[in-house]
């Protein structure tokens, strides 16, 4: 892979679209080994301050959503920012021009629905397909990974029910899938019933496409794992894809102040002076 | 018991979200239901259920003048799960200020469209501030993303909206930009300042504030002529019954 995502010699970028089944920004090793992969496929791209834009559109756009993003990815070497439509008020972003400015545009939780809804307000989804074709990453969890595929199964209205996505990538997918026993249970049904065929991805594990072809799968946890789900004539076969793990990196190194007021609060604790 | 007449009271600005301490136009909302402990729920879409603003909304309509509940549609493994049962059994839906461009799709996405048609064809009165104001009409001035731009409301009343309406802060202009190229004539409100509608008539315009005012705006040939309403201070004693008669409504000075 050369610089701008562009394989050598290849004239058109090349796609890249990471699905994650469900993950959080802690300081956790899975969780940092999810966000490595993710500065990566944007470091590919951009090389040293890949541009990264959080969308927490589905989540209707939570501070704490965007505080975590923030706080994963404040301290790297990126340059982090993020949309929210609920705010523009306050904050007007040409959202076209972010957007496509970006290297990685990641995509939160939620709403798959409330999410799908909103960008239709706004007339995201052509953007985002621009931007997909033009070797920008795109990246999710559950309902931000959802929304790639021609459908997924949500809870967006309480119990889980198929919702179309953006259909950028053909078949469905369903997350957080063995996490969430009654929304696997509804997918297989779903797939039973005529569904298009696709995956199910357990929390921490995840498939990247780039370019044409099957998908690669990923995990960053023992265990968790991706399948292939495919329907034929009512009945349904779920099989689990080989995955490549991902390795936590060693967490970033505590600043100094921070480090000076830990050692004196375990002091204190010793002393007795802090219940 | 029914009311006859459906209701909408559409702020320019003000109650809990913009007035702590001043809860005329909140009381006022709540004296039309007529009913003792009044069934209220709220509901925060336009600023994506912050939760911050339903904790204030819990604060304003406490549990000893009303029964209050709330309708999260980014969270609905929480709250009612049929959202047409609930939203008919109230007395007033109270619809929060925000995106009024994300609260219509996001609407559209759980069916509150024609559920909130049906809430006020059936005499659940219906009220909001700005984004909650703007959606209920056909057409709709939004500044809230920028430079003001025009989108269509759910229609339920057949004029356009412009909220927010102090001088100086460039709606006006846009309103009558708006107005010369062709969108329908319409109501204006200023922060403190509500419309209340019966059926799709303009029943009176009232006000949390004494200077607050309401303005009624239509297009004759190319020019837009702009009409300052009558407003009633609710502030004033005697300013309003605590719930409204329908002869007092329909003699309400309208221009």
Known sequence: M?????LPGAATPVRRILALGGHEFSARPPDRAVCELLLRLAGERAGERPRICILPTASGDTSEQIASFYSAFGERSCEPSDISLFRLGRRPVALRDHLLAQDLIYVGGGSMLNLLAVWEAHDIAAILSLAWRRGIVLAGQSAGAMCWFEAGITKSSGKPLAAAGLGLLSGSLCVHYNNEPERRAAYLDAVGEGMPSGYGLDDYAGLLWEGEGAPSAVTARRGARAYRVSGREGQV????????FLPAPAPAALREDIAEFRRIKTMRKRAGWLG | ???ADPQIVAFGGGGFSMESGNPLLDDYVLGLTRAERPRVCFLP????D????????YRAFSAHRCEASHISLFRREQGPSDLRRHLLSQDLIYVGGGSVVSLLGVWRAHGLDSILREAWESGVVLCGLSAGSLCWFAEAVTGFHGAPKRLRGLGLLPFSNC???ERGKGRGEAYHQFLREGMRGGYAAEDGAALHFSG?????????RPEARGYRLDVAGSRVVEMRIATTYLGDPGAVPAAPLPEALSTAPAA
């Open chain 1, 2 to 6: 050369g610089a701008n995502g562009r």
């Open chain 1, 237 to 244: 076969a779920e099989s689990p894809l080989p995955a490549r």
């Open chain 2, 1 to 3: 018991m029914r009311k």
């Open chain 2, 45 to 48: 879409t336009a600023s994506g």
């Open chain 2, 50 to 57: 912050a939760d911050h603003y339903v904790v204030r909304f």
């Open chain 2, 163 to 165: 909220v927010h309406y």
């Open chain 2, 200 to 208: 799709e008539e303009l029943s009176r315009v009232v006000a949390s």
